[in-house]
C-alpha cells in the first residue's frame, strides 16, 4: 500500500470548545440487558476457531509487547483519551448500543493514535475524533447507526460534512481494517474451559468489570484482546495465582507460548492492582466510574511531519499558525 496521504487541512475541523476539560464526567449507569458478547463458536471446532481469532488479532495489528509498557503520553492526552472513553461509552448507553461496540470505538481511537499524533491542547479535536470512532463501530456493529447531528456533542459543534472528512482520515488511518476482535468474543469459550457448566453468581460481572478497568489503563493496540480476556477470566476466580499456576492453567492453549504467557501474567497483575487501587478509594468516586457497571448473565450481555514509531511511519496531524490563533468553531491451579 502507498504512502498515506497527510495534506490534512485540519482548519475545516474547527469547532467551539469551552473551559470543561475534566478527564471524567458523570458516568452511565449501565443496563444489564444491554451487554452482548460477540460469540459465535462452532461446538465442535472451538479450539480452531479461537486460533483463527488469535490469528487475525495479529493481522489486525495488535501486539504483544516484550516490556509491557506503554508509551506515556502527555499529561494532556491522558486526560483527554480518559475523557473520549468516558464520552462514547456514555453515549453508547445514550443509544443502546452493544458494549462491544464502544469497546470497539476505543480501538478504533487507540489504533489511530498509533499512527498519528494531534497537536498539544486540541481537545476539540480529540471529540471530533470519538465521535467519528463511535460513529464507525456503530455503523460496523448495530443494526442502524445515529445521524452525526443526534450525537450528543455538548460544548462542540461540528459540520456534517466535518465529521465525514474525519471518517475517511480515520478510515484511511487505519487501512480500512475495521472488523476487529475484542475481549467479548473469547469469554463463553474461557469460561467454559475453566469453570465447565458452573458458572459462579457474580462471574460475568467481574469479568466485565475487569475488561473495563483495563481499558483506561493500557493502549488497545498493544495488549491482545485474547490475552486481556483470559487474565480476565483468572482474575476474577483467584486474586492470588502465581505466574507459574497460570501458566499451568492455560496450557490447555496450544498455540500460546512463553510470551503469551507472560503478557497474560502482567495482565492479570495489572488488574489486581487496579482492584487494590479501587479498595482504597471512596465509594462515591468509585461509583462515579464508568467501570463500575454491573453484568447479571452472559445473554444480558494538512501540513504534516514524520516520526518513527518502529512499526512504520507515524504521521502527526498538524495545525497552520491561523488554526492556532483563531477560536475554534465550537480450572483453576494454585501453587
Not at 476457531?49 to 499529561?75: N, P, W
Not at 495465582?241 to 496450544?254: A, Q
Not at 487501587?277 to 465509594?283: D, L
Request: glycine share 2%.
Amino acid at each position: 500500500m502507498g504512502e498515506l496521504d497527510t495534506s490534512f487541512s485540519c482548519s475545516s475541523l474547527l469547532c467551539r470548545e469551552t473551559e470543561e476539560d475534566a478527564c471524567f464526567s458523570e458516568t452511565e449507569k449501565e443496563d444489564d440487558r444491554s451487554v452482548y458478547f460477540k460469540s459465535c463458536f462452532v461446538s465442535d471446532n472451538e479450539d480452531e476457531y479461537i486460533e483463527m481469532l488469535v490469528q487475525r488479532e495479529i493481522e489486525i495489528g495488535f501486539k504483544t509487547s516484550a516490556s509491557f509498557s506503554d508509551s506515556k503520553h502527555k499529561s494532556w492526552l491522558e486526560c483527554a483519551r480518559l475523557d473520549a472513553i468516558q464520552w462514547m461509552f456514555n453515549t453508547r448507553a445514550i443509544f443502546g448500543f452493544q458494549i462491544h461496540t464502544a469497546y470497539l470505538s476505543v480501538i478504533y481511537f487507540d489504533r489511530f493514535l498509533s499512527k498519528r499524533s494531534i497537536d498539544d491542547g486540541k481537545l476539540w479535536a480529540i471529540r471530533l475524533l470519538s465521535v467519528t470512532c463511535l460513529s464507525l463501530a456503530a455503523k460496523m456493529e448495530e443494526c442502524s447507526a445515529p445521524a452525526f447531528s443526534e450525537f450528543p456533542i455538548q460544548d462542540y459543534q461540528f459540520e456534517n460534512k466535518t465529521i465525514q472528512k474525519m471518517e475517511l482520515l480515520v478510515l484511511t488511518t487505519l487501512e480500512w481494517k475495521m472488523s476487529s476482535i475484542t475481549p467479548f468474543a473469547y469469554l463463553d469459550y474461557f469460561i467454559h474451559k475453566f469453570y465447565g457448566e458452573y458458572r459462579p453468581k457474580g462471574l460475568v460481572s467481574k469479568i466485565m468489570q475487569l475488561i473495563m478497568s483495563m481499558i483506561k489503563e493500557i493502549s488497545l493496540v498493544d495488549h491482545r484482546p485474547s490475552i486481556i480476556a483470559v487474565a480476565a477470566v483468572l482474575a476474577a476466580y483467584d486474586s492470588r495465582l502465581t505466574r507459574k499456576s497460570i501458566d499451568l492453567n492455560v496450557d490447555f492453549i496450544s498455540f500460546w507460548g512463553t510470551l503469551e504467557n507472560e503478557h497474560i501474567f502482567w495482565s492479570y497483575n495489572m488488574m489486581q492492582e487496579i482492584e487494590m487501587r479501587k479498595s482504597k478509594t471512596p465509594p462515591s468516586v468509585i461509583s462515579s466510574n464508568y467501570s463500575s457497571v454491573t453484568y447479571s448473565s452472559l445473554d444480558a450481555i494538512e501540513t504534516s511531519s514524520a516520526v518513527s514509531n518502529g512499526a512504520g511511519t507515524k504521521r502527526k496531524l498538524t495545525f497552520n499558525e491561523s488554526d492556532r490563533n483563531s477560536p475554534p468553531t465550537k480450572k483453576f491451579y494454585q501453587l
